[in-house]
């Protein structure tokens, strides 16, 4: 078997069509390796793509298979605040985990949010990991049983909400 290509070999793009088996099969083995996935992270970009409320990107290796994908979609945090993104599912192919596949999809990600203003990101994850992009644990914010660390911002502008984080309906269907 050959060796998978490194993260220079990688190209991030949007997500096409004919990409959603992959991105699906994908997502199902990278989260069949976590202890706390709930295995509805394939169906929630399902759900979100089918609402028309996804924003995916994926990475492609130079062979031309995808064997990575990350997710944006809107939330609210509080009473009402817009210009917010959640981020997430983000999947990366066992064979290229540790390879610097899922930090470029992570800065590609924050690198559109930054260029079209929105007011940040909020995610449910390894503060280990998500730290180095700059996120931060979110004590005045909540979504349901999770709570800081595992609650992370990353503002986009000085004055943000607290509160109750809302995912899309879409997203919150798929968990169910």
Do not use: K, N
């Not at 959603?20 to 989260?31: E, L, W």
């Not at 295995?39 to 929630?44: D, T, V």
């Not at 979609?73 to 990366?92: H, T």
């Not at 990600?109 to 998500?130: E, V």
Request: aromatic share 10%.
């Amino acid at each position: 078997m050959a060796t998978p290509a490194g993260v220079d070999e990688i190209c991030i793009r949007i997500e096409r069509p004919d990409d959603v088996a992959t991105i699906q099969r994908i997502t199902g083995q990278a989260f069949a390796q976590v202890a706390h996935a709930s295995g509805s992270e394939a169906r929630i970009i399902d759900s979100l793509r089918e609402a028309g409320v996804l924003l995916s990107w994926v990475a492609e290796s130079a062979e031309g298979g995808v064997v990575g994908q990350v997710s944006l979609s809107p939330v609210w945090i509080g009473d009402s605040s817009e210009g917010w993104f959640g981020l997430g599912p983000i999947a990366v192919d066992p064979q290229y985990q540790r390879r610097g596949v899922g930090s470029r999809l992570v800065e590609t990600a924050m690198s559109y949010l930054r260029s079209i203003g929105a007011c940040g990101c909020i995610l449910i994850g390894d503060p280990g990991w998500y730290r180095r992009f700059g996120f931060l644990p979110a004590p005045d914010m909540h979504f349901a049983e999770v709570s800081a660390p595992w609650l992370m911002v990353l503002p986009f502008v000085e004055d943000w909400p607290r509160g109750e984080v809302h995912y899309h309906p879409a997203f919150m269907s798929a968990l169910a």
